[in-house]
């Protein structure tokens, strides 16, 4: 079953890191991008952070360029996001996606989804 698990979300205050990661099954991971998106009700989703097959692309969001790091472990079949200084603006529910071929934040492109983790940054 092809399938993507997020884990690592919780409850942490402003100025403090969150490690999510992607857990995937059923498919060669060294055959897709993965990208990090996230979702406040009432909002669209957007797309936060994006890494090729091999690590060599990495792609952000304007807003968390030089606090989040992407990167991945094909081995472990396992895409992170290491968030750091995170901000009550970084309150989300965060997903994972795959998509061949290159980095993209058009969620069309992504047709393997997971269920969420969510993020909250509150004093």
């Known amino acids: 079953q092809v399938q993507l698990v997020e884990s690592g979300g919780g409850l942490v205050r402003p100025g403090g890191s969150l490690r999510l990661s992607c857990l995937a099954s059923?498919?060669?991971?060294?055959?897709?991008?993965i990208a990090w998106f996230r979702q406040v009700p009432g909002k669209e989703r957007e797309g936060v952070s994006c890494i090729n097959n091999y690590g060599s692309t990495e792609v952000f969001l304007d807003s968390v360029k030089g606090r989040f790091t992407i990167s991945r472990d094909n081995d472990k079949k396992t895409v992170y996001l290491q968030m750091n200084n995170l901000k009550p603006e970084d309150t989300a529910v965060y997903y994972c996606?795959?998509?061949?071929?290159?980095?993209?934040?058009?969620?069309?492109?992504?047709?393997?989804w997971g269920q969420g983790t969510q993020v909250t940054v509150s004093s």
């Open positions: 996606a795959r998509r061949p071929y290159t980095c993209s934040f058009l969620e069309d492109h992504f047709r393997v």
């Open positions: 059923g498919f060669n991971l060294d055959n897709y991008v």
